[in-house]
Antibody
């Protein structure tokens, strides 16, 4: 079945780095754009980053621009989020998610991973 | 950036009640508006896409309407399993933005 499985979360000190992974299965990964969305404790959902199906286009929320990098590997059907210079306010559950339709890279997100928790604390 | 203003932030209603949530965009997003249900410890789930289209498998008591800047989400008859936080989200332009959420509880 269609599935997204995140990994790589954990506890990290401010200023350090962490890389999240999202393993995709059950669909044609290379034909879909992909996104990361996060939810800080007791806060709402926040879109974080976008990458086009072929990796040529990327965009980020202002809150992470210059610190986070989204990438993808079509050979392993894996999405990544490299997070550098982490801040306490980056503490959140991070979800990878896909748009529902191939032709709409910003489409409603129909499949989500289970989320991976990132805690930034000294 | 497109700001999404959702109200109310929380509500409490009885089983069987009609529940309505509104979402206003800071600029015209035509019908690029989606609604999600989010339960604690679970992944968000899309219920309505493109303002009024019911996602496959979602019960028909959930409906959405609106276009331009003003949108409405309705649960026609609230059920115990509907306890969750609901979010609107615009998919017109990057950065994609969510409303602040509406926490729905049973009275």
């Amino acid at each position: 079945q269609v599935q997204l499985v995140e990994s790589g979360g954990g506890v990290v000190q401010p200023g350090r780095s962490l890389r999240l992974s999202c393993a995709a299965s059950g669909f044609s990964f290379s034909t879909y754009a992909m996104h990361w969305v996060r939810q800080a404790p007791a806060k709402g959902l926040e879109w974080v980053a976008f990458i086009s199906n072929d990796g040529s286009n990327k965009d980020y929320a202002d809150s992470v621009k210059g610190r986070f990098t989204i990438s993808r590997d079509k050979s392993t059907n894996t999405l990544y989020l490299q997070m550098n210079s982490l801040r306490v306010e980056d503490t959140a559950v991070y979800y990878c998610t896909k748009p529902g339709r191939v032709a709409r890279p910003y489409d409603a997100f129909d499949i989500w991973g289970q989320g991976t928790m990132v805690t930034v604390s000294s | 950036d497109i700001q999404m203003t959702q109200s109310p932030s929380s509500l409490s209603a009885s089983v069987g009640d009609r529940v309505t949530i509104t979402c206003q965009a800071s600029q015209d997003i035509t019908n690029y508006l989606n609604w999600y249900q989010h339960k604690p410890g679970k992944a968000p789930k899309v219920l309505i896409y493109d303002a009024s289209n019911l996602e496959t498998g979602v019960p028909s008591r959930f409906t959405g309407s609106g276009s331009g800047t003003d949108f409405t989400f309705t649960i026609s008859s609230l059920q115990p399993e509907d306890v969750a936080t609901y979010y609107c989200q615009q998919s017109a332009n990057l950065p994609l933005t969510f409303g602040g959420g509406t926490k729905v509880e049973i009275k």
